[in-house]
Each structure stands twice: as C-alpha cells, then as structure tokens.
C-alpha cells in the first residue's frame, strides 16, 4: 500500500515542492536616469503567449528594485552552465557599493536598459505592470527584442556556486 503524502502546514506548505525544483538563474538588468543595475533572479517565466508576455520578481530588498520600480522596462539574460562567475557578481554584490558593470561587456538595448554581451540567451522588453507580490514585486514584460547567446546549458539554482547575497531578502 503506498504511503500518503506528507502534509506540511503554514509556511512550510511549499518545502517539498520548492525543495525539488531547479530554477534556472537569470540576471535582470534595467535603468532609470542613465544609472543601471543589476541581480540575479530565480523567479521568470512565461506568462502569456499571445502577446507573449514575461513575468520577472525582484526582491523589494535588492538595490536593483528601486531602480526597476521607475524604469521604463528590463532586460533577463539566461545564464549558461559556465556563467558560475556572472552570477557571482550580480547575485553577491550589491549595486548600492558596487559597479557591477564594470566587470562585464554590456551595450544599451532599445529601451534604455544594459543588455549584457556574455549570456545563453536574453530578452529585452518594455514594463508593463508591476505587482506586489510579497517580498518580491512581480514586473509583466513585453519583449521587443531578444536573443541567444554563446553559452551552453543554463546556470540553475542547484548547479550554482554557494552566493552570499548582497542583500537578503527579509530586509525588504
């Protein structure tokens, strides 16, 4: 007879879920004023098809967030297997000390935003809503230009190296 599945109440509801999926890890770039930023992010998929549509979270807590919340749009770079340095950068530092593009090739894409050079493959699009959504806020993306990239595989949540991030996200 097969055992029933475990029942986890409250917060802990999503461990066994959560503890089992492996999210690929994207950098999320944008600009406001000229001034731009950077993060690495786990939460971007998908959310329409027709138009096509991409949902990106950002932590309310990162640097990124408050530049994010006024720009006109982002850029999500997906990163390849071999990008364990990339995401070094934007996952554990912070914009708020640091100059993250100085350490990588970029260029400004159509709406303003960085467009890294080095990814596995990247889009680029205009904000349309941002939402709360928790500690994180949820920006609706139309992309208007996009790409792949030179590098191979995807960096993943379970693949990446051990980050300290640049700010936790309970500081939110």
Not at 115 to 123: D, F, I, S, T, Y
């Amino acid at each position: 007879m097969a055992q029933p599945p475990s029942t986890d109440p409250g917060p802990r509801a999503m461990d066994g879920l959560v503890a089992r999926t492996d999210y690929p890890l994207y950098v999320i770039t944008t600009a406001d004023a000229g001034a731009p930023s950077g993060c690495l992010a786990g939460f971007v998929t998908q959310c329409s098809i027709d138009p096509p549509h991409l949902l990106v979270c950002v932590s309310r807590a990162n640097h990124t967030f408050a530049v994010a919340r006024s720009a006109a749009g982002l850029a999500v770079h997906l990163l390849g297997a071999d990008q364990a340095d990339l995401a070094r950068v934007f996952g554990g530092l912070t914009g708020d000390t640091v100059d993250k593009f100085s350490r990588c090739a970029w260029r400004t894409g159509e709406t303003g935003v960085p467009v890294l050079e080095e990814c596995a493959a990247w889009a680029e699009g205009r904000t349309l809503q941002r939402i709360d959504v928790g500690d994180h806020t949820a920006f609706v993306i139309e992309p208007v230009a996009g790409g792949t990239g030179t590098h191979p595989g995807q960096l993943t949540y379970k693949t990446a190296p051990d980050l300290d991030p640049g700010h936790p996200a309970d500081e939110a």
